[in-house]
Protein backbone atom coordinates (compact mmCIF):
# COMPACT_ATOMS: atom_id res chain seq x y z
CA UNK A 1 0.00 0.00 0.00
CA UNK A 2 1.09 3.25 -0.40
CA UNK A 3 3.08 5.43 2.73
CA UNK A 4 0.90 7.01 5.48
CA UNK A 5 2.13 9.10 7.97
CA UNK A 6 5.83 9.70 9.24
CA UNK A 7 7.59 7.79 11.16
CA UNK A 8 9.49 9.36 14.39
CA UNK A 9 12.00 7.34 16.34
CA UNK A 10 12.13 8.38 20.04
CA UNK A 11 13.71 7.39 23.20
CA UNK A 12 11.74 8.08 26.75
CA UNK A 13 12.82 6.82 30.28
CA UNK A 14 10.50 4.90 32.60
CA UNK A 15 11.08 4.48 36.78
CA UNK A 16 11.01 1.05 37.40
CA UNK A 17 7.89 -0.79 38.04
CA UNK A 18 5.64 0.41 35.41
CA UNK A 19 3.79 -2.52 33.50
CA UNK A 20 5.22 -1.22 29.95
CA UNK A 21 9.41 -0.58 30.92
CA UNK A 22 11.83 -0.42 28.03
CA UNK A 23 14.48 -2.81 26.58
CA UNK A 24 16.79 -3.37 29.61
CA UNK A 25 20.13 -1.30 28.58
CA UNK A 26 22.75 -4.40 28.59
CA UNK A 27 26.65 -3.60 28.48
CA UNK A 28 28.27 -6.25 26.24
CA UNK A 29 30.68 -8.75 27.69
CA UNK A 30 32.80 -10.43 24.72
CA UNK A 31 34.07 -13.60 26.85
CA UNK A 32 30.31 -14.65 27.76
CA UNK A 33 29.02 -18.22 26.41
CA UNK A 34 25.56 -18.76 24.74
CA UNK A 35 24.48 -21.07 27.35
CA UNK A 36 21.84 -18.18 28.70
CA UNK A 37 18.40 -18.99 30.82
CA UNK A 38 15.25 -17.97 29.84
CA UNK A 39 15.41 -15.37 32.76
CA UNK A 40 19.12 -14.34 32.20
CA UNK A 41 19.18 -10.43 31.15
CA UNK A 42 20.64 -11.77 27.56
CA UNK A 43 17.51 -13.32 26.61
CA UNK A 44 13.85 -12.33 25.72
CA UNK A 45 10.34 -13.62 26.75
CA UNK A 46 10.35 -15.45 23.31
CA UNK A 47 13.36 -17.90 24.53
CA UNK A 48 15.46 -16.42 22.35
CA UNK A 49 19.00 -15.37 23.76
CA UNK A 50 22.01 -12.82 22.26
CA UNK A 51 25.54 -13.18 22.48
CA UNK A 52 27.12 -9.64 21.31
CA UNK A 53 30.71 -9.34 20.38
CA UNK A 54 32.81 -6.20 19.79
CA UNK A 55 35.90 -5.96 17.31
CA UNK A 56 37.01 -2.56 17.36
CA UNK A 57 38.89 -1.45 14.04
CA UNK A 58 40.68 1.68 12.76
CA UNK A 59 37.79 2.96 11.05
CA UNK A 60 35.13 1.26 12.50
CA UNK A 61 33.29 -1.24 15.40
CA UNK A 62 31.91 -4.36 14.53
CA UNK A 63 28.98 -5.61 16.46
CA UNK A 64 28.26 -9.38 15.99
CA UNK A 65 25.47 -11.50 17.62
CA UNK A 66 25.01 -14.89 17.62
CA UNK A 67 21.30 -16.17 19.23
CA UNK A 68 20.42 -19.79 19.96
CA UNK A 69 17.74 -20.10 17.23
CA UNK A 70 17.31 -18.07 14.22
CA UNK A 71 15.95 -14.05 14.64
CA UNK A 72 13.97 -11.68 12.42
CA UNK A 73 14.34 -8.33 12.65
CA UNK A 74 16.57 -5.28 13.04
CA UNK A 75 19.48 -4.13 14.58
CA UNK A 76 20.53 -0.32 14.31
CA UNK A 77 22.58 2.33 15.97
CA UNK A 78 20.10 4.36 18.44
CA UNK A 79 18.95 7.28 16.92
CA UNK A 80 19.92 6.19 13.39
CA UNK A 81 17.48 3.76 12.36
CA UNK A 82 17.41 4.74 8.61
CA UNK A 83 21.33 5.26 8.08
CA UNK A 84 22.58 2.98 10.41
CA UNK A 85 20.63 -0.45 10.20
CA UNK A 86 20.89 -4.18 8.85
CA UNK A 87 17.94 -6.17 8.38
CA UNK A 88 17.91 -9.58 9.85
CA UNK A 89 15.55 -12.40 8.07
CA UNK A 90 15.59 -15.74 9.37
CA UNK A 91 19.61 -15.73 10.55
CA UNK A 92 21.54 -16.61 13.84
CA UNK A 93 24.46 -14.72 13.17
CA UNK A 94 24.62 -11.18 12.34
CA UNK A 95 26.87 -8.32 12.34
CA UNK A 96 26.40 -4.13 12.28
CA UNK A 97 29.15 -2.44 11.12
CA UNK A 98 29.53 1.09 13.23
CA UNK A 99 31.43 4.13 11.77
CA UNK A 100 33.32 5.93 13.79
CA UNK A 101 33.68 9.31 11.93
CA UNK A 102 30.37 11.28 10.63
CA UNK A 103 26.75 11.40 11.53
CA UNK A 104 25.48 8.12 9.85
CA UNK A 105 25.90 6.33 13.01
CA UNK A 106 26.57 9.29 15.12
CA UNK A 107 29.19 7.15 17.25
CA UNK A 108 30.90 9.36 20.13
CA UNK A 109 34.55 9.71 20.67
CA UNK A 110 36.65 11.04 24.08
CA UNK A 111 39.98 10.94 24.30
CA UNK A 112 40.61 7.45 22.36
CA UNK A 113 37.12 5.96 23.82
CA UNK A 114 34.20 5.39 20.97
CA UNK A 115 30.65 4.23 22.07
CA UNK A 116 27.78 3.89 20.32
CA UNK A 117 24.43 2.29 21.87
CA UNK A 118 22.33 -0.60 19.42
CA UNK A 119 19.17 -1.75 19.35
CA UNK A 120 18.12 -5.24 18.56
CA UNK A 121 14.08 -4.83 17.38
CA UNK A 122 12.11 -7.65 16.54
CA UNK A 123 9.31 -5.62 14.99
CA UNK A 124 10.08 -3.76 11.60
CA UNK A 125 8.86 0.25 13.21
CA UNK A 126 7.77 -0.12 16.84
CA UNK A 127 10.56 -0.95 19.87
CA UNK A 128 8.42 -3.43 22.39
CA UNK A 129 9.98 -4.45 25.63
CA UNK A 130 10.75 -7.78 23.84
CA UNK A 131 13.67 -5.51 22.39
CA UNK A 132 17.04 -5.33 23.85
CA UNK A 133 19.52 -2.21 23.68
CA UNK A 134 23.46 -2.49 24.28
CA UNK A 135 26.05 -0.07 25.07
CA UNK A 136 28.92 -0.51 22.88
CA UNK A 137 32.69 0.47 23.77
CA UNK A 138 36.22 0.42 22.29
CA UNK A 139 38.91 1.67 23.79
CA UNK A 140 42.44 2.48 22.12
CA UNK A 141 45.92 2.63 23.78
CA UNK A 142 47.21 5.80 22.77
CA UNK A 143 50.04 5.76 25.32
CA UNK A 144 54.09 5.70 23.81
CA UNK A 145 56.25 2.99 24.21
CA UNK A 146 60.41 2.38 24.21
CA UNK A 147 62.53 0.41 23.04
CA UNK A 148 66.32 0.47 22.73
CA UNK A 149 68.75 -0.97 20.65
CA UNK A 150 72.74 -1.73 21.29
CA UNK A 151 75.67 -2.48 19.60
CA UNK A 152 77.60 -5.75 20.97
CA UNK A 153 81.37 -5.18 20.48
CA UNK A 154 82.51 -5.80 17.06
CA UNK A 155 86.33 -7.31 16.62
CA UNK A 156 86.13 -6.95 12.93
CA UNK A 157 86.06 -3.48 12.08
CA UNK A 158 83.73 -4.40 8.81
CA UNK A 159 80.90 -5.68 10.71
CA UNK A 160 77.86 -4.51 12.41
CA UNK A 161 75.78 -6.14 14.91
CA UNK A 162 72.66 -5.30 15.98
CA UNK A 163 70.43 -6.89 18.97
CA UNK A 164 66.64 -5.77 19.72
CA UNK A 165 64.84 -5.88 22.84
CA UNK A 166 61.14 -4.58 21.97
CA UNK A 167 58.46 -3.93 23.77
CA UNK A 168 54.44 -4.03 22.85
CA UNK A 169 53.38 -3.26 20.41
CA UNK A 170 56.75 -4.40 19.05
CA UNK A 171 58.41 -1.40 16.75
CA UNK A 172 62.13 -2.30 15.77
CA UNK A 173 64.84 -0.85 13.38
CA UNK A 174 65.97 -3.04 10.67
CA UNK A 175 68.84 -1.91 8.24
CA UNK A 176 68.80 -3.40 4.74
CA UNK A 177 70.96 -3.52 1.60
CA UNK A 178 70.33 -3.40 -1.84
CA UNK A 179 68.49 -6.41 -1.99
CA UNK A 180 66.61 -6.57 0.49
CA UNK A 181 68.69 -8.21 3.03
CA UNK A 182 69.28 -7.12 6.74
CA UNK A 183 73.32 -6.41 7.30
CA UNK A 184 75.69 -6.73 9.71
CA UNK A 185 78.74 -5.42 7.84
CA UNK A 186 78.87 -2.06 6.01
CA UNK A 187 81.43 0.63 4.66
CA UNK A 188 81.07 4.13 4.27
CA UNK A 189 78.87 4.95 1.10
CA UNK A 190 77.43 1.76 1.20
CA UNK A 191 73.30 2.37 -0.14
CA UNK A 192 71.06 1.20 2.76
CA UNK A 193 67.80 1.27 3.73
CA UNK A 194 66.66 2.62 7.64
CA UNK A 195 63.28 1.08 8.15
CA UNK A 196 61.55 1.86 11.88
CA UNK A 197 58.12 -0.88 11.48
CA UNK A 198 55.37 -1.94 13.69
CA UNK A 199 52.92 -5.21 12.84
CA UNK A 200 51.29 -4.45 9.54
CA UNK A 201 47.88 -6.07 11.55
CA UNK A 202 47.23 -2.80 14.08
CA UNK A 203 44.87 -0.04 13.93
CA UNK A 204 47.71 2.38 14.85
CA UNK A 205 50.15 4.25 12.34
CA UNK A 206 54.04 5.99 13.56
CA UNK A 207 55.51 9.08 12.87
CA UNK A 208 59.12 10.41 13.86
CA UNK A 209 60.85 13.45 14.67
CA UNK A 210 64.19 15.13 16.13
CA UNK A 211 66.49 12.10 15.15
CA UNK A 212 70.45 12.59 16.01
CA UNK A 213 72.93 10.93 15.06
CA UNK A 214 75.72 10.67 17.82
CA UNK A 215 79.62 9.55 17.70
CA UNK A 216 79.96 6.68 19.83
CA UNK A 217 81.97 8.60 22.85
CA UNK A 218 79.15 11.41 22.56
CA UNK A 219 81.25 14.18 21.46
CA UNK A 220 80.00 15.20 18.18
CA UNK A 221 76.19 15.40 17.27
CA UNK A 222 74.59 16.01 14.15
CA UNK A 223 70.76 16.58 13.76
CA UNK A 224 69.14 14.38 10.75
CA UNK A 225 65.56 15.15 11.06
CA UNK A 226 64.58 18.04 13.23
CA UNK A 227 61.43 18.99 15.55
CA UNK A 228 59.25 19.80 12.70
CA UNK A 229 59.91 16.19 11.38
CA UNK A 230 61.55 17.32 8.46
CA UNK A 231 65.09 16.01 6.88
CA UNK A 232 68.01 18.53 7.45
CA UNK A 233 70.26 17.80 5.38
CA UNK A 234 68.90 15.53 2.66
CA UNK A 235 72.19 14.44 0.54
CA UNK A 236 73.16 12.94 4.09
CA UNK A 237 69.65 11.48 5.41
CA UNK A 238 66.67 12.22 3.05
CA UNK A 239 62.80 12.40 4.54
CA UNK A 240 60.85 9.52 5.37
CA UNK A 241 58.50 8.03 3.31
CA UNK A 242 55.42 5.44 4.64
CA UNK A 243 56.09 1.38 3.38
CA UNK A 244 53.14 0.06 4.97
CA UNK A 245 53.09 0.34 8.25
CA UNK A 246 56.22 1.29 8.21
CA UNK A 247 58.69 4.47 7.90
CA UNK A 248 62.04 4.03 5.85
CA UNK A 249 64.79 6.68 4.60
CA UNK A 250 67.29 5.11 1.89
CA UNK A 251 70.82 6.57 2.42
CA UNK A 252 74.47 6.44 2.53
CA UNK A 253 76.66 4.83 4.75
CA UNK A 254 78.28 7.41 7.25
CA UNK A 255 80.65 7.95 10.40
CA UNK A 256 82.23 10.33 12.55
CA UNK A 257 85.76 11.53 11.97
CA UNK A 258 87.10 10.30 14.79
CA UNK A 259 84.39 7.36 16.23
CA UNK A 260 83.91 4.39 14.41
CA UNK A 261 80.47 3.97 16.61
CA UNK A 262 77.63 6.02 14.64
CA UNK A 263 74.51 6.20 17.67
CA UNK A 264 70.93 7.12 15.45
CA UNK A 265 68.21 7.97 18.10
CA UNK A 266 64.69 9.20 17.34
CA UNK A 267 61.42 10.41 19.06
CA UNK A 268 58.06 7.95 18.01
CA UNK A 269 54.75 8.70 18.55
CA UNK A 270 51.79 6.58 17.16
CA UNK A 271 48.44 7.65 14.91
CA UNK A 272 45.36 5.70 14.98
CA UNK A 273 45.36 5.23 11.40
CA UNK A 274 48.20 6.49 8.96
CA UNK A 275 50.17 9.53 9.82
CA UNK A 276 49.84 12.71 7.97
CA UNK A 277 52.78 13.81 6.44
CA UNK A 278 54.80 17.40 7.27
CA UNK A 279 55.54 19.52 4.12
CA UNK A 280 58.99 20.55 4.25
CA UNK A 281 60.91 23.38 2.24
CA UNK A 282 64.09 22.58 1.34
CA UNK A 283 65.55 25.69 -1.12
CA UNK A 284 63.11 25.96 -3.98
CA UNK A 285 61.42 22.65 -3.20
CA UNK A 286 58.95 21.58 -1.10
CA UNK A 287 59.25 17.94 0.00
CA UNK A 288 56.66 15.59 1.98
CA UNK A 289 58.28 13.72 5.03
CA UNK A 290 56.24 11.11 6.95
CA UNK A 291 58.70 12.06 9.98
CA UNK A 292 55.55 13.55 11.84
CA UNK A 293 51.48 14.06 11.42
CA UNK A 294 50.28 17.88 10.47
CA UNK A 295 48.61 19.57 13.78
CA UNK A 296 46.08 21.85 13.82
CA UNK A 297 46.09 24.75 16.59
CA UNK A 298 43.40 22.96 18.84
CA UNK A 299 46.10 19.44 18.85
CA UNK A 300 49.19 21.84 19.10
CA UNK A 301 48.09 22.00 22.97
CA UNK A 302 47.68 18.65 23.65
CA UNK A 303 49.95 16.69 25.79
CA UNK A 304 51.36 13.14 24.68
CA UNK A 305 54.54 11.50 25.53
CA UNK A 306 57.27 10.23 22.93
CA UNK A 307 58.83 7.27 22.35
CA UNK A 308 62.71 6.68 22.17
CA UNK A 309 64.45 4.31 19.59
CA UNK A 310 67.83 4.19 19.67
CA UNK A 311 70.60 2.22 17.37
CA UNK A 312 74.07 2.27 17.35
CA UNK A 313 76.29 0.51 14.42
CA UNK A 314 79.76 0.79 13.46
CA UNK A 315 80.92 2.51 10.29
CA UNK A 316 84.09 2.07 8.59
Not at 113 to 126: A, G, I, R, W
Not at 136 to 152: A, E, L, P, Q, R
Request: include cysteine; glycine fraction near 6%; proline fraction near 5%.
Amino acid sequence: GQRMGTYYENFCEKSLGTTNELPVVIETDNNAPLNYSRTDVNCDKTGTCYDVSVNCKDTRIAVQVRTNKPFNGRIYALGRSETCNIDVINSDLFRLDLTMTGQDCNTQSVTGVYSNTVVLQHHSVVMTKADKIYKVKCTYDMSSKNITFGMMPIRDPEMISITSAPEAPPPRIRILDTYSREVETVRIGDKLTFRIEISEDTPYGIFARSCVAMAKDSKSTFQIIDDEGCPVDPSIFPAFTPDGNALQSVYEAFRFTESYGVIFQCNVKYCLGLCEPAVCEWGRESVESWGRRKRSVSNETSSEEDMTLSQEILVL
